[in-house]
């Protein structure tokens, strides 16, 4: 069946690049998902990429598509504190439109 | 900014109760879900809703579960009878069209003593 797959944490200094990973295995998914979790708060949209495209770059934020390989990456430059968070992966199921999710990557920024 | 909003934000409820989470989604917004996050595991689809009928439910989604929208503003998800393994955060997204991006709500947080 579908599945999603990432790291479960990564730790980075406050102005570095933060990297983080997702595999999927559907490969008719259409689109591809980065949400954002603070603490306590709900899931929040980051951005989105269409499968048609390779990069997307918003801000400081650029996310990478490799559909040969279903690995998908959000980048973050000149990370903040701010950004501690769980970042979650998600595609979009190709026969309906259920999300599916990975476990979400623990990102913590040290200053 | 328009935003999906969730009621209560934390339930607590005895093993065998009843309980309705309750969601307004964003109000042009006519595809509705629910999702729950175990904690430590995935966040999970449990059921879409359109057009005051399930376009597709999950297997967790059994005969306790059910959905309603009881007026134009509110999405209801109902258990019926709780058990432990019911606890989890529940969160309830909507979509303009499907598929489409999903914006979620703040989620409740339930709680099966």
């Known amino acids: 069946g579908e599945d999603v797959e990432q790291s479960l944490f990564l730790s980075v200094r406050e102005g570095d690049s933060s990297v983080i990973n997702c595999t999927y295995t559907d490969s008719s998914s259409t689109y591809l998902y980065w949400y954002k979790q603070e603490p306590g708060a709900g899931l929040q949209l980051l951005t989105y990429i269409f499968s048609n495209m390779d990069m997307k770059q918003d801000q400081r934020l650029t996310v990478l598509l490799n559909k040969k390989d279903k690995h998908l990456s959000l980048r973050i430059a000149d990370t903040q504190t701010g950004d501690s968070a769980i970042y979650f992966c998600?595609?979009?199921?190709?026969?309906?439109?259920?999300?599916?999710f990975g476990q979400g990557t623990e990102l913590s920024v040290k200053p | 900014e328009p935003e999906v909003t969730q009621t209560p934000s934390h339930q607590v409820t005895q093993m065998g109760q009843e309980v309705i989470l309750r969601c307004v989604p964003i109000s042009n917004h006519l595809y509705f879900y629910w999702y729950r996050q175990i904690l430590g595991q995935k966040v999970e689809f449990l059921v879409s809703?359109?057009?005051?009928?399930?376009?597709?439910k999950s297997e967790i989604f059994d005969d306790q579960f059910s959905v309603e929208r009881p007026d134009g503003s509110n999405f209801t998800l109902k258990i019926r009878s709780t058990k432990l393994e019911d606890s989890a955060m529940y969160f309830c997204?909507?979509?303009?069209?499907?598929?489409?991006?999903?914006?979620f709500g703040p989620g409740t947080r339930l709680t099966v003593l």
């Open positions: 997204a909507s979509s303009e069209v499907m598929p489409d991006t999903q914006y």
């Open positions: 998600a595609e979009r199921d190709s026969q309906g439109g259920k999300l599916i």
């Open positions: 809703f359109y057009n005051n009928e399930i376009s597709e």
